[in-house]
């Protein structure tokens, strides 16, 4: 991979990383938390909103246009294992597409649509909202942290990327 070009993708994929982990970091820390201390209608609402305005091309982006460049770095460390970084830039790609894509996929997005099948005024969705908010938070938290282990591997890969390449 040309020399200006790996790096601009570690960088690409750190701030990628960096944004998701922010984005996840505020659901872990406070707005999961203020929507569960609403009445269950106006927090299923709130959450369903947030649900439904969340796909956007600018967080899809994001989140997507992160996870391509994980799978090219990942290729790209598997096809270069002799340098230093490689291991990180592995490290970090696989944090992200396992933690953020897959978690996800496997956890927040079921428990999203399940959510959203509910009539925020039905009586059942008192109880559809404590078993969204008993689980849902664990999995947003899975990504948090590792969006963010992420971010760190990225930039040790890349710090470790620049030192192999001014020695050459």
């Known amino acids: ?74 290729i790209h460390s598997v096809s270069s294992w002799s ?16 933690g953020n894509v897959v978690v996800t996929g496997v956890g927040n997005v079921p428990l999203n649509d399940a959510l959203a099948a509910v009539d925020p005024a039905s009586a059942e969705a008192a109880k559809v909202w404590r078993d969204f908010l008993a689980s849902w938070p664990g999995w947003n938290h899975v990504r948090t942290v590792t969006a963010t282990a992420a971010m760190a591997a990225f930039m040790v890969g890349l710090i470790l990327s620049r030192a192999h390449d001014v020695a050459l």
């Open 1 to 74: 991979m040309d020399s200006y070009v790996q790096p601009a993708l570690v960088l690409t994929s750190t701030v990628g990383c960096g944004l998701m982990a922010g984005t996840f970091f505020a659901f872990s820390a406070f707005v999961t938390r203020a929507l569960a201390s609403l009445p269950a209608p106006q927090g299923i609402a709130a959450f369903q909103s947030i649900n439904t305005t969340v796909l956007n091309p600018v967080f899809l982006g994001v989140f997507l246009g992160t996870a391509g460049l994980c799978i090219a770095l990942g």
């Open 83 to 98: 340098r230093p970084d490689a291991a990180w830039l592995l490290g970090g790609s696989l944090l992200y597409l396992l």
